[in-house]
């Protein structure tokens, strides 16, 4: 897409050259037959028709001059060629995302950023509400799942024992958010962001700006402000900004772009699969000396990670009534007797398991570390219900669902670009035609035109051949 921005760019300045340099050729052909009223036809065909070729390329006014030359502008008014003078475009870096390429005007040396949004029509206003309006959302939209998906099960895995007998790691590497700084800053301030709740993330770019006391935030997909306050860090929409460096100044600001590369930065983190951390950490088990019914489920990890320090330590569970229990083992320590209810949840040192039955007084219940982890799936499970979680969106959406919900609106996109472009297709022809019947040439009409005239000299040729056969007649009588 940028190298069609570019092209697009190089073809109109090319058009406008051309443009120019027939103005010139124009004017001189019309100043030197002003006497006999000849105007140069053939030079002013060619000219329109690379106007048409350059409106191909971008939409453009024409204003005609008394000497025959044409001004062309485009946007808002702004002039691409005055009489003579051919004024030269420049595809340059954007000065508020450098992912971006921005149309400019070339002046000497400067380049004079022009309203992106007034240049509309032809190939390059086709380019740019192309990726303004569906890529770079698109683009954002998929890297929220890639993230969503890369951090879910990151954090997931975290929380059991892999093969090793080592707590998981990260499966997957994942995308930081793009900070890019205003071209316009005039302090020394370096801003970074962080993922902190991909279940919060948004589809939108952000801008940080800094009034010299306060920092806000603009969403940039609704225009939504967020008053930070005057420090960072602070997070907002599912992510985290910190000032790392240096002091902002009045005015300053912060491109920021949470998702936009989630998708194409998502990596494996590990080749091996004994990293899949499918068990749990920790196991609970019964005494074989009890003697009640009571029962402790497999338990599980408290999460989001990191897990707790003491995760894998000893805990003794021993029940000194029907009613009653001790906890031996937990940190902080447990001091005296806890109440129990059938089927509650007990939880201590990052894990939670549930009680059920009805202990007998003397029954040990144990809370240790995985020694031997080979066939427990417990972790491998919560890592396979990621899929049906709605995890996104605040909580309202699945991966799959954002996902689906994504393609939809591609798809609809897409629809809606091939009815548009069918539509502006049949105005474009009727704006031939129309335009056909006012300067161009049918050939039907011609040709009918051309039988008239043949049939009216076939006439005259008889008319003629008749007189003169009556006038050789009459010169016979008076011999």
């Known amino acids: 897409l940028t190298s069609q921005i570019t092209s697009s760019v190089t073809a109109i300045n090319a058009y406008s050259q051309q443009i120019s340099a027939l103005n010139t050729n124009i004017k001189r052909a019309i100043a030197s037959t002003s006497q006999?009223?000849?105007?140069?036809?053939?030079?002013?065909?060619?000219?329109?028709?690379?106007?048409?070729?350059?409106?191909?390329?971008?939409?453009?006014?024409?204003?005609?001059?008394?000497?025959?030359?044409?001004?062309?502008?485009?946007?808002?008014?702004?002039?691409?060629?005055?009489?003579?003078?051919?004024?030269?475009l420049r595809a340059m870096q954007s000065l508020i995302d450098p992912s971006k390429l921005d149309i400019?005007?070339?002046?000497?040396?400067?380049?004079?950023?022009?309203?992106?949004?007034?240049?509309?029509?032809?190939?390059?206003?086709?380019?740019?509400?192309f990726r303004d309006q569906s890529l770079e959302p698109a683009r954002n939209a998929l890297g929220r799942v890639a993230l969503g998906l890369a951090t879910s099960v990151n954090q997931q895995n975290q929380l059991g024992q892999d093969l090793y007998g080592n707590l998981g790691g990260n499966i997957f590497n994942v995308a930081s958010p793009s900070v890019d700084k205003g071209a316009f800053n005039s302090g020394?301030?370096?801003?970074?962001?962080?993922?902190?709740?991909?279940?919060?993330?948004?589809?939108?770019?952000?801008?940080?700006?800094?009034d010299g006391t306060n920092y806000t935030m603009l969403r940039l997909?609704?225009?939504?402000?967020?008053?930070?306050g005057?420090?960072?860090?602070?997070?907002?929409?599912?992510?985290?900004?910190?000032?790392?460096?240096?002091?902002?100044?009045?005015?300053?600001?912060?491109l920021i772009r949470p998702t936009a590369n989630g998708a194409r930065d998502i990596s494996v983190a590990t080749t091996?699969?004994?990293?899949?951390?499918?068990?749990?950490?920790?196991?609970?088990?019964?005494?074989?000396?009890?003697t009640g019914s009571g029962q402790i489920s497999a338990g599980e990890v408290v999460g989001p990670p990191p897990?707790?320090?003491?995760?894998?330590?000893?805990?003794?569970?021993?029940?000194?009534?029907?009613?009653?229990?001790?906890?031996?083992?937990?940190?902080?320590?447990?001091?005296?007797?806890?109440?129990?209810?059938?089927?509650?949840?007990?939880?201590?040192?990052?894990?939670?398991?549930?009680?059920?039955?009805?202990?007998?007084?003397?029954?040990?219940?144990?809370?240790?570390?995985?020694?031997?982890?080979?066939?427990?799936?417990?972790?491998?499970?919560?890592?396979?219900?990621?899929?049906?979680?709605?995890?996104?969106?605040?909580?309202?959406?699945?991966?799959?669902?954002?996902?689906?919900q994504l393609v939809g609106e591609v798809g609809a996109k897409t629809y809606e670009m091939n009815v548009s472009s069918k539509a502006q297709g049949n105005m474009v022809a009727q704006m031939i035609a129309s335009q056909q019947s006012v300067s161009g040439v049918n050939l039907d009409e011609e040709a009918a035109n051309l039988i008239r005239y043949q049939r009216a000299y076939q006439a005259s040729a008889k008319a003629i051949q008749i007189s003169n056969t009556l006038f050789e007649a009459l010169l016979s009588l008076g011999r």
């Open 307 to 404: 897990t707790d320090a003491n995760l894998q330590a000893t805990v003794n569970i021993t029940f000194t009534s029907l009613t009653t229990f001790t906890v031996s083992g937990a940190v902080p320590a447990v001091v005296g007797s806890v109440a129990y209810t059938p089927g509650q949840n007990i939880s201590y040192n990052g894990w939670i398991a549930k009680m059920s039955g009805a202990p007998a007084t003397g029954d040990v219940f144990t809370i240790s570390k995985n020694i031997n982890a080979v066939g427990d799936n417990r972790n491998a499970l919560q890592l396979a219900q990621l899929q049906t979680q709605n995890l996104m969106a605040n909580g309202t959406a699945s991966f799959q669902g954002i996902y689906e």
């Open 104 to 129: 400019a005007y070339q002046s000497g040396s400067n380049l004079i950023p022009i309203q992106q949004s007034s240049l509309q029509g032809g190939n390059l206003g086709a380019y740019l509400a």
């Open 36 to 88: 006999n009223g000849q105007l140069p036809n053939d030079l002013m065909d060619q000219r329109d028709q690379i106007i048409n070729q350059m409106n191909a390329e971008i939409k453009v006014s024409v204003q005609t001059q008394t000497n025959g030359a044409v001004n062309i502008f485009i946007g808002n008014g702004q002039a691409l060629v005055i009489d003579e003078q051919a004024i030269s």
């Open 272 to 290: 091996d699969p004994g990293k899949i951390a499918a068990a749990a950490p920790m196991r609970t088990a019964a005494a074989l000396a009890n």
């Open 188 to 210: 020394s301030a370096l801003v970074s962001a962080a993922i902190s709740d991909v279940g919060a993330l948004t589809t939108s770019n952000y801008q940080l700006r800094y």
């Open 230 to 254: 005057a420090t960072l860090p602070q997070t907002v929409d599912g992510f985290t900004v910190s000032l790392t460096s240096g002091t902002p100044i009045a005015g300053d600001s912060f």
């Open 221 to 228: 997909s609704d225009n939504a402000v967020t008053n930070l």
